[in-house]
């Protein structure tokens, strides 16, 4: 499969020697996707077009934009399976983890589908007589999206979908290793009848089209997912160059089980948050604090539940866990694991690559895993889920609070008082109650704090305000030609 960027309507291949070889992460003899990756030069032409569109697109009635949403809901729908089976090739994970994340993004486009009738502005009264003030909410300008491997079709559908709803003109960066699903959406906008130049999409590497997307002057605003390293890069420059900008980043999220919580359920949630998606989630659950006088039930079930998960190519309906998105992604898995085992925690399960042709490697758990080892602070980003324990509420609290990201977390009780002191002092934005660290809908804003969460909140409402801008109006009836005085 080749890939092309799309610019102003046009399905473009970029003369650039720079070739891309994607690899099936599950069958490394299956090369999935190899193209000239596109640069600056196209980066550039893309923003030319779509700050030229702008114009014509903003004038679109905005239930109008809503319908080329709802379109590409709809030509989802009929190509499901095959969005999902080209997400497996590419990125690795199980096919019912890809139909799942179809769905999730179909849901989103149905959800922002229709916002384009509520995109509603306020009526608030004036100090002055005679004067009507309100606001209008009206579009940024050119936005640059870019995203990351991991939900490849979720993430793109959360971000695009508002924007162009808003009112501004899009230019997408997928991440690399994901460009076939990415462009698959690109190509049901095109069906769907979006004019050219309204959604323009650029594949290459972060460094070259990243880079010309946070620097561009005529770029109004980023939404960026992705890493805290890179995500840093695009505050500081967006902050540089005066755009809007949310960033989403990483997480090092946590489950507490209780004395009083239910070990069966929380067995479920732990292994799911832990090893599903192979822990590629930004809301994996990388830590689990269990209290000390349930640790051994809990450990026993856990590693139990843990051995039912079995690293194969997710189009095997047996595989019950999908490979590392790539080699890069497998070596940083194994060198967290090392760095685990050279710091003292205990490896009770796992540690190691799995069998098969591809970037697979064992569910794997730490014990006495301790706040101050790196396994217990950095997000892995695999399926490698430290466990502490603890003796009260309060120790639990600190100690998941005890990491510089902010982003998930879940406890597992029957007490009222302990879920609202957890919903209170918990550092995160995403609060579950006797459910996985995992999850979110169209319609619930998501997103974190601290080193995880920059900007405004992503989905729902909130993900529509941040492709808006409010414009607040005097209208002024009194035939007077100089502002009242506010008495
Ligand atoms: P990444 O930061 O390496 O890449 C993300 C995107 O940024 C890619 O498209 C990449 O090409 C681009 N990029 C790289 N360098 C750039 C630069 N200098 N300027 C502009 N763009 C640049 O992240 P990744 O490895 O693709 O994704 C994994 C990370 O994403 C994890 O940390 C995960 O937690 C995070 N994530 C967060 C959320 C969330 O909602 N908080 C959701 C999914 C993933």
Same mark, same amino acid.
């Given at each position: 499969m080749e890939i092309k960027s799309y610019i102003n309507g046009r399905w473009i291949r970029p003369s650039s020697q720079r070739m891309v070889r994607n690899i099936n992460p599950s069958d490394l003899t299956d090369l999935v996707t190899e193209f000239p990756s596109a640069g600056e030069k196209e980066a550039r032409e893309a923003i030319e077009v779509a700050r030229a569109t702008f114009m014509s697109w903003r004038e679109v009635p905005a239930p109008e934009r809503g319908r080329y949403v709802l379109r590409v809901m709809e030509l989802a729908k009929a190509r499901k399976d095959e969005i999902a089976r080209t997400m497996t090739r590419e990125e690795g994970k199980l096919l019912r983890e890809s139909a +799942?994340?179809?769905?999730?993004?179909i849901n989103i486009l149905e959800y922002y589908g229709g916002s384009g009738f509520r995109l509603n502005g306020q009526t608030i009264p004036s100090e002055i007589a005679e004067c009507f003030t309100c606001t209008v909410r009206r579009p940024l300008g050119v936005v640059g999206i870019i995203t990351p491997w991991n939900f490849p079709w979720a993430i793109p559908c959360w971000k695009i979908a508002p924007a162009l709803v808003a009112g501004n003109t899009v230019v997408f960066k997928p991440a690399e290793l994901t460009p076939w699903t990415a462009s698959i959406l690109v190509e049901l906008f095109e069906e769907a009848g979006l004019p050219p130049g309204v959604l323009n999409m650029v594949v290459g590497p972060g460094s070259a089209v990243g880079e010309a997307i946070i620097q561009h002057p005529q770029i109004h605003a980023v939404? /960026? =997912?992705g890493s805290n390293e890179v995500g840093r890069r695009v505050i500081v420059e967006?902050?540089?160059?005066h755009k809007k900008v949310t960033c989403e980043m990483g997480g090092k999220n946590a489950l507490i089980l209780m004395e009083d919580g239910d070990i069966a359920s929380s067995v479920d949630? =732990?292994?799911d948050g832990a090893f599903g998606s192979t822990g590629q989630r930004c809301t994996a659950t990388s830590r689990v604090l269990v209290h000390a006088s349930r640790a051994a039930e809990f450990m026993e079930r856990l590693l139990a539940k843990a051995?039912?998960?079995? #690293? +194969?190519? +997710?189009m095997d309906p047996n595989a019950t866990m999908g490979p590392c998105v790539d080699k890069k992604q497998f070596e940083t898995v194994l060198s967290y694991i090392e760095a685990g085992k050279k710091e003292g925690a205990r490896c009770i399960l796992g540690g190691m690559r799995a069998p098969g042709n591809g970037y697979f490697v064992n #569910? =794997?758990? /730490?014990?006495k895993v301790r706040p101050e080892m790196i396994i217990f602070q950095e997000e892995i980003f695999g399926p490698v889920l430290c466990v502490t324990e603890f003796n009260t509420f309060e120790e639990a609290v600190a100690l998941a609070n005890n990491v510089r990201y902010g982003f998930t977390g879940s406890i597992f009780t029957r007490d009222m008082g302990t879920i609202m002191r957890f919903i209170e002092h918990a550092e995160i934005r995403m609060v579950h109650i006797n459910e996985p660290t995992i999850g979110g809908e169209a319609q619930l804003p998501f997103g974190g704090c601290k080193s995880t969460g920059y900007g405004d909140r992503e989905m729902a409402e909130e993900g529509l305000n941040f492709f808006t801008q409010t414009k607040t109006i005097f209208i002024n009836y009194s035939g007077k030609g100089e502002r009242a005085i506010i008495r």
């Open positions: +799942g994340e179809v769905q999730k993004g939404s /960026f =997912t967006a902050a540089r160059t949630a =732990t292994a051995k039912t998960y079995v #690293p +194969g190519n +997710g #569910p =794997t758990i /730490f014990d």
